[in-house]
């Protein structure tokens, strides 16, 4: 699988389970939400200080970010 499908899948994963939107995301990180929405849909390559950003929203390491899931 692609890692950016993974970084994706694991962002909207932690976000949903945060309860927060795309937008309040994307705000709390100091990011557009159309940019957030690239990242969950995999076609958005973020760096690893906007990985780390997104996880600290999100409350987890941003090693979570990199995980498989099934």
Same mark, same amino acid.
């Given at each position: 699988?692609?890692? #950016?499908?993974? *970084?994706?899948?694991?962002? @909207?994963?932690? %976000?949903?389970? &945060?309860? !927060?939107?795309?937008?309040? /995301? +994307? ?5 557009? #939400?159309?940019? *957030?929405?690239?990242?969950? @849909?995999?076609? %958005?390559?973020? &760096?690893? !200080?906007?990985?780390?950003? /997104? +996880? ?15």
């Amino acid at each position: 699988m692609d890692i #950016r499908a993974v *970084v994706g899948k694991n962002v @909207r994963h932690f %976000r949903e389970l &945060t309860g !927060l939107s795309q937008e309040e /995301l +994307a705000f709390d990180a100091d990011l557009h #939400r159309t940019y *957030v929405s690239g990242v969950e @849909r995999g076609i %958005r390559n973020p &760096t690893v !200080l906007i990985a780390a950003k /997104l +996880a600290a929203v999100l409350g987890v390491e941003p090693s979570k970010l990199l995980e498989l899931r099934s």
